[in-house]
């Protein structure tokens, strides 16, 4: 009874703090970013007052929108705020590790980007749908990608919540796999692109004819554009909490045990951290691609997949 | 009575025909309200899939799956014709007698390889599984609204029906794993081909028919790693993939329908159904417009649409069946998965553009712009398809439940499955979290809004002649899909951008037909000249044979 509780509780702690440190996490990539350029950058806490300065305008709705233009901010954030509350942060075993399944989460991003799609479209004007051509085109190789992956951790571990995969790994005799490095890299492919980071897409951009997520939302203001852009931030702040919680499992904390919480919530957030600071080194060591060139990118990933489960076979056979 | 001599003919009911009248009763239901309540032939239609459906006997399936096909052809032949002119009848009435000419062999040859080999091809003719699909897209937008919906919906779950009940139940014990390797490849291709078609179709009736052969692959793959751990001896990953394809069927036979009828209401509305030229429909047509909304969900495989609960479980199916046999079904299914994944993917792209080019931003025509609402009839069929498909959508796990006996018919000792996604608390999770975030917005947020020209990255408002914009300023669907068929296009489509089912087989077919017609009408030209010498050097040489047979 008391573990069940603490389990809900931590659960709560982890869903309030995925929620209010998002936008945090933007502004320490932001930083780190112009740190590495030589700028100083925006103070950390620069995204919170963006969010804040757009919910006090007005919203200036096009007149060639339909009524569901105001819905789909909402319907993204609904599906990626569920998805944070789906993937584990700090603890393992949280009271919504049952209901964590991979492909739950896979669905749950194609609502979101779905929705995000729909409003690119909602003005009819060329730009948005320039955007969500795009959105399409790289969503069809990241989800393929993605799902090969997610066949390899279900090779490995044989369950399928993102929870059972992070507490297999943290706990199970792995050693160093081939399997699971390939499987990172393509992990990583993908979560550049569903951000919208560089090198698929640059969230700075100010050139319509290059932007594929901010095209989208090129018709949105006030506190629509706000929503969307928190659910950006949030995206952000699920995918390095995956990657941390699947590829990096150790020191975290389990959630029916209070005691182990506080070494929980400080690797969590060194492991963002880290995080943070290796998307910035990329980001500013790369430069972006031409739209045509993210499916190649993607489809390395996707290769890069297959063969993970390829070796996992011969690894299998080799250790039987 | 009619019948077998001697014999006569049996009708009779199973958890796994109940099934798929069940399945058959809504869209039915809903087009006849719609529009074909009067239609002697939609009827007739009607009768056939019910007789083959209740049939007892391999007579009485063959009797009902034909008067089911001929009915159809009649429905195509009176429909209106293609734009490129190509009364697709003709085809339609070629892809039944190959079908009927498949089935019937299959259905009273003793259970074994050639019998299955049969029944695929005749069956998956009909229900438009890949290398024999590129009819469907073709014959399927035919006919009207209606019958196109339960063309689409019911005819091809019929045929699903005849596959499920010989390669389970009838030729059941004789199955072998290579059965559902067959059907699984098969499965894949139509997914893949489908899924692509359904995002590159201009026609709303033909990305929707497009859409039926993908997910006739879906289930189709469903099926197959079914039969495959069927005759491995695996009755949980049985009845986990028959649970994913059944489910499929469900969905499918709900939301496709509703889309069908949707597409002809806007036909209706607009004289068109090419998404090029529409646009906006949602202001004038609001009603119609949040019912396709749901039924694009359900086709794009969205969470808390009734299309992706069967996905969730072919996908955990695909992934339980991966660690069984060797290298070869390890990479199998690692590329089966892939496909699944790009094709879930395409599907979304498909959905997201069927709702975006035809019902969101401006109207591409005046025809578009001044639409009006569809009739009252229209929408209480595609409402009550709506609620049905809502319902599926929230509570996949009390029909898997109820489909309990139709899964330990088809695959003795099977163990029932829990799902392990719950879209109820999901769907709570979400309402709450969007309440949470409107209530917040309220309460810290500016109020009010303004209505303004959009921005458009800076273009002026268009001028007071023009009210929805430059025409010649929107995207169209074509060019949404552009991308995509840029990258895919050339692999899988070819330069010429032709589907393979139609390059591989009816162009073939077709060059054929052209090269016998000239050698007819080389023999019909003959004079009297080339004929006498046709005849007497035929003589010659058959003296010549004969005399040689008889030295020899």
Request: glycine share 10%; hydrophobic share 60%; proline share 6%.
């Amino acid at each position: 009874m008391v573990v069940l509780l603490l389990r809900c509780f931590a659960t709560l702690l982890h869903a309030m703090l995925m929620l209010a440190l998002a936008p945090l996490l933007m502004g320490v990539v932001t930083k780190i970013r112009a740190r590495l350029l030589g700028r100083r950058g925006p103070v950390l806490l620069q995204p919170y007052r963006d969010l804040w300065k757009l919910i006090h305008k007005i919203p200036l709705i096009p007149d060639t929108a339909t009524e569901l233009y105001k819905i789909w901010p909402f319907v993204s954030f609904a599906a990626i705020g569920a998805v944070a509350l789906l993937v584990p942060g700090f603890a393992l075993n949280l009271a919504s590790a049952r209901f964590s399944d991979f492909i739950t989460i896979i669905g749950l991003f194609a609502v979101s980007r779905a929705a995000i799609m729909l409003a690119g479209l909602e003005t009819g004007f060329g730009f948005g749908a320039a955007g969500a051509a795009r959105e399409a085109l790289f969503g069809l190789f990241s989800e393929a990608a993605l799902l090969v992956v997610v066949l390899v951790f279900g090779l490995i571990s044989g369950d399928p919540t993102v929870d059972g995969i992070a507490t297999y790994f943290s706990f199970g005799q792995l050693g160093i796999s081939v399997s699971l490095g390939f499987a990172l890299v393509a992990t990583l492919a993908v979560a550049l692109t569903e951000t919208g980071r560089i090198p698929a897409d640059n969230p700075a951009g100010h050139l319509e004819l290059a932007m594929v997520h901010e095209a989208m939302l090129l018709e949105y203001s006030g506190r629509y554009l706000a929503l969307f852009q928190y659910t950006a931030c949030l995206r952000l702040m699920i995918w390095f909490s995956l990657i941390a919680t699947v590829f990096f499992p150790f020191g975290m904390a389990q959630a029916g045990n209070i005691l182990s919480w506080p070494m929980g919530l400080i690797s969590w957030l060194a492991k963002l951290g880290a995080l943070a600071a290796a998307l910035a080194l990329f980001e500013v060591s790369t430069a972006k691609m031409r739209v045509f060139r993210v499916p190649e990118f993607l489809g390395v990933a996707l290769l890069l997949g297959l063969l993970a489960v390829i070796f996992l076979f011969v690894a299998g056979r080799l250790s039987a | 009575m009619v019948g077998l001599p001697g014999r006569g003919m049996h009708l009779g009911i199973d958890p796994l025909s109940a099934l798929f009248l069940c399945l058959l009763a809504p869209q039915v239901v809903a087009a006849a309200v719609a529009v074909e309540r009067k239609s002697v032939t939609f009827w007739v239609f009607v009768l056939g899939m019910v007789l083959a459906l209740v049939a007892a006997d391999s007579f009485a399936l063959i009797l009902g799956f034909e008067l089911m096909s001929a009915a159809s052809w009649l429905l195509v032949l009176r429909g209106d014709r293609r734009p490129d002119g190509r009364p697709p009848a003709t085809l339609y009435a070629g892809v039944a007698l190959f079908s009927a000419a498949c089935l019937i062999p299959a259905v009273f040859l003793p259970a074994g390889g050639i019998a299955f080999v049969l029944l695929l091809l005749g069956a998956g003719a009909k229900a438009g599984l890949a290398p024999l699909h590129s009819w469907l897209p073709r014959a399927h937008p035919a006919p009207s609204a209606g019958v196109s919906a339960v063309m689409s919906g019911g005819m091809v779950s019929v045929a699903l029906y005849v596959i499920i009940r010989y390669a389970f139940i009838v030729f059941g014990n004789a199955a072998e794993p290579w059965w559902g390797t067959v059907l699984m490849a098969v499965g894949a291709a139509s997914v893949l081909i489908g899924a692509l078609r359904c995002l590159l179709e201009v026609e709303l009736k033909t990305v929707l028919a497009c859409s039926t052969v993908e997910h006739m692959g879906l289930i189709a793959v469903g099926l197959g790693v079914a039969l495959r751990a069927r005759a491995m001896d695996d009755p949980a990953l049985a009845s986990l993939a028959l649970q994913a394809a059944l489910l499929c069927a469900v969905a499918h036979a709900l939301f496709k329908p509703l889309l069908f009828l949707g597409a002809g209401a806007v036909h209706h509305a607009t004289g068109t159904t090419s998404l090029d030229w529409l646009g906006g429909l949602m202001r004038c047509m609001p009603r119609l417009g949040v019912l396709m909304l749901v039924g694009a969900a359900g086709m794009a495989a969205l969470p808390l649409g009734p299309g992706f609960a069967p996905e969730f479980l072919l996908l955990h199916a695909v992934i339980a069946a991966a660690g069984s046999g060797g290298v070869m079904a390890w990479i199998g299914f690692a590329a089966l998965f892939g496909i699944l994944g790009l094709s879930a993917a395409l599907a979304l792209a498909a959905g997201v553009r069927v709702i975006g080019f035809g019902f969101l931003g401006r109207p591409r025509s005046l025809h578009a712009a001044a639409a009006e609402e569809a009739d009252r009839l229209t929408l209480i069929g595609m409402g009550i398809l709506a609620v049905c498909c809502v319902l599926v959508a929230l509570t996949p796990g009390l029909l898997l439940r109820a489909m309990a006996p139709v899964i330990s018919e088809a695959v003795p000792g099977a163990l029932p499955q829990a799902l392990a996604y719950a879209p109820l608390p999901l769907a709570l999770l979400m309402a709450v979290l969007a309440a949470v975030a409107f209530v917040a917005l309220r309460r810290f947020g500016a109020r009010g809004e303004r209505e303004v020209p959009a921005w458009n990255g800076g273009f002026g408002k268009p001028p007071v002649w023009l009210p929805f914009g430059d025409p010649a300023t929107q995207p169209i669907a074509s060019g949404f899909a552009e991308p995509v068929r840029r990258v895919l296009g050339p692999a899988l489509l070819g330069r010429a951008g032709l589907d393979p089912g139609e390059r591989y087989i009816l162009a073939p077919l077709s060059r054929l037909h052209l090269r016998l017609t000239r050698l007819a009408e080389l023999v019909r030209r003959a004079t009297i000249r080339q004929r006498l010498a046709f005849v007497f050097g035929a003589l010659v040489m058959f003296l010549l044979a004969l005399g040689l047979g008889q030295n020899g």
